[in-house]
């Protein structure tokens, strides 16, 4: 496998989908080399929130994080910056469903008046995972297709991992990035 | 080689590149059976955006057809309802990139219908550029790199229809070769 260019996998949590009300929580990435798909950098940031009060319960209860881990994280502005001067733009931008995470990101930046150099084009992983799952037949049920998430790929692909940590996102990250890795190594 | 559900693939003309100050002016949709990748149902309409003739005349420009056809089109509300109702929300969505279900979302928002697929959507890109990567080809792919590779033509690049036809053959090519 060889990509043209670093792929930047990233993977964000938020305090809900309202990108008016919500918060971005938690950025992280890792940079896999472009011949080898191994770790070359990694990042990964809280950041202080906005607003909360406004926090949706449900999304709170997947990522876990609790306003002790937050309250003293650096600003918005801060970590888009650091973030931003990490990893350069000459990459891949990669996310797992990443409809979500792109569209925070990407809101992020503006908020933090920070421009957005990527290319527009980002790499989704789900759109590689499920097709190849189902060319190997190993989608049988509609429950299969409604719990496509990290757990799933983790039983699927026999990923070890403390499970207690699921959904930090730079574990989440990793995670992606070895699922990428045996998926590709198949194809 | 079995999806769980059917494939809606999607593609848009639109009248420039962002969603929030654009307008989708043609929207079209090909229905892919789960089990064989073969079209079982489409859909294409053009979208009437404004009332004012000059802005009319704009458009169909864009969209290379007369000033009365796009004039004697419905409007976006319209059309996303006879969207959603056509095709129902068990469906998987997929298209070429993120920019177009980014227009696709927000003409939901625009039409007041409520967007109730599933979060997830097939991304041809991320497909095709694996695909090719495999088969030696080293520059970031475009839709065109795609259709280049596998001998398809592309006779009219502003038509929606003609488009979503051929990402939908792309997608069958990987998956028979894959």
């Not at chain 2, 404004?50 to 057809?65: F, Q, T």
Request: charge should be positive; glycine fraction near 4%.
């Amino acid at each position: 496998m060889n990509f043209k260019k670093d792929i930047l996998l990233i993977d964000t949590e938020f305090s809900g989908f309202d990108l008016q009300k919500h918060d971005l929580l938690q950025i992280a990435a890792v940079l896999l080399d472009k011949k080898t798909l191994k770790e070359k950098e990694v990042f990964s940031s809280f950041i202080k929130p906005g607003s909360w009060q406004h926090r949706n319960r449900e999304s709170m209860a997947v990522n876990k994080i609790s306003f002790d881990v937050v309250k003293n994280a650096p600003s918005l502005k801060q970590v888009i910056k650091t973030f931003d001067k990490t990893f350069g733009h000459n990459v891949i931008q990669a996310f797992y469903v990443g409809y979500n995470d792109k569209r925070f990101l990407m809101h992020a930046y503006k908020k933090a008046g920070v421009k957005w150099q990527f290319n527009y084009h980002y790499f989704d992983l789900w759109s590689l995972f499920y097709p190849h799952l189902a060319l190997k037949n190993q989608l049988r049920s509609k429950k299969d297709f409604a719990g496509f998430g990290l757990e799933y790929l983790i039983k699927k692909f026999k990923i070890k991992i403390d499970k207690n940590n699921l959904h930090d996102a730079l574990v989440d990250c990793r995670v992606e990035a070895e699922v990428l890795r045996k998926v590709l190594k198949k194809m | 080689m079995k999806f769980i559900k059917d494939l809606l693939f999607f593609e848009l003309q639109t009248t420039g590149q962002d969603p929030d100050k654009d307008s989708v002016i043609q929207l079209s949709a090909i229905l892919l059976d789960k089990d064989n990748l073969l079209e079982k149902d489409n859909f294409n309409t053009y979208i009437k955006i404004s009332y004012l003739d000059a802005i009319i005349n704009e458009h169909a420009k864009i969209l290379r057809i007369d000033f009365d056809t796009l004039r004697k089109s419905p409007k976006i509300y319209d059309v996303i309802k006879l969207f959603r109702k056509k095709f129902g929300n068990n469906v998987l969505l997929a298209t070429h990139g993120f920019q177009h279900f980014l227009f696709l979302k927000t003409a939901f928002k625009k039409a007041a219908v409520t967007y109730d697929y599933d979060h997830h959507v097939i991304q041809l890109w991320t497909l095709g550029y694996v695909y090719t990567l495999n088969y030696g080809i080293k520059k970031m792919p475009t839709f065109h790199t795609f259709v280049d590779y596998f001998k398809l033509k592309q006779h009219e690049p502003w038509n929606a229809m003609e488009k979503v036809r051929l990402e939908a053959e792309i997608f069958r090519k990987i998956i028979k070769e894959a």
